[in-house]
């Protein structure tokens, strides 16, 4: 449960650094006073104003969706605009980039290595008939139950925070990662996809999930509640099934079928007539 | 594409360790009771209990196949674990020689060792 207790002033260490004029990054203090609902992202967005005008972060929705402020806020990968200051049960807080990638500058870090894992891994729909993919003349056929598959790993939104906690990815930087390899299941279990084996081209090498020993520390930190860790073990058991030739292929999902003319069920009321009536009607 | 062959290899020692290291405390610490492999109210490391298993035929595969696949298991993890530490691709080139030639050296001397037993 979220600390209650509200701070009257803030503390925040910021780890800065400037690539020009900076050998290794160093912290700077700022002082603060508290206001009501203040998140992390707040306070550096304040500190911009005031004391700290080159300080340098990434940022954009403000609401948890865009992914850009991932930042190391109290020894923890976070989101700066989801991470409230009475969350953190402490008026001091502390903010560095997030670890596991070069630094740019300040809070900045360098996420290229990890888009360019994911592009590797190829997170799109990989269908024969590109055709009716890039123009299609209708839906592709999904249960809900086959959407229930892979629903919660296309939460993700490449934040990065589940790359700063691996402790695999801190030492082992030609392992994919649980975002990428996360992501390459959640295509590959899409029943509309057909692209597993040109994924596991790279899956099935050593940058693959092998690397994985199930810290869970990804699944733990993700600001979207999605696992990628159960994803990476999933992922194994879809491998060794594929290298035992078990792995049962799902052809792409076919387009659906145009629905027959529906007709009106009986007994259903009409809607209620609108409550607001429209400018011009 | 040898990285799933060797995770998948290493997921079926495991199994296969789980049902010869079952039998081995079988043996070893459940027979007393049961009386099945050794003799009746003979302890299961008794000269005469060891000397027969060893002639046992069944045993020897048994040696034989638990120490291959321990063997594999617990090699292919080391290569994890070294692997971890972000070596060069010399490097882990020279750590998979040096297990893959450990490794078989360690097998025929153990697989030498259980056949040459039925001697006792």
Known sequence: MAATNTPSEVVFRVRRFDPVADASPHWDEYRLPYTTGMTVLDGLKRLKETAAPTLAWRSSCRMGVCGSCGMFINGRPRLACNTQITELGTNLVTVAPLPNFNIIRDLVPDLFPMFDAHQALKPYLIRDDTAEQYEPTDEFWQSMHQLEEYLQFSYCIKCGCCMAACPTYATDPTYSGPMPLGQAHRYNTDTRDGGFQARKEVLAGEQGPWRCHYAGECSRVCPKGVDPAKAIQLMKRELVLDYLRLRKESCPAKVAGKPAASTRREGIPDAPPPTVQRAGV | ?120
Not at chain 2, 27 to 54: C, K, Q, S, Y
């Open chain 2, 1 to 120: 594409m040898r990285d799933q062959r060797l995770w998948t290899w290493h997921v079926g020692a495991g199994i296969v360790i789980l049902v010869f290291l079952g039998l081995h405390m079988a043996i070893m610490h459940v027979d007393t009771l049961l009386g099945v492999f050794n003799a009746p109210r003979t302890e299961a490391i008794d000269w005469e209990n060891v000397v027969h298993r060893a002639q046992s035929a069944f045993f020897v595969v048994t040696y034989v196949v638990l120490l291959g696949t321990a063997l594999f298991h617990g090699l292919y993890g080391l290569r994890n674990i070294v692997f971890e530490l972000n070596p060069t691709s010399g490097l882990k080139k020279a750590v998979n020689v040096v297990l893959l030639i450990g490794g078989i050296g360690l097998f025929g001397l153990g697989a030498w060792a259980a056949i040459a037993s039925r001697a006792l």
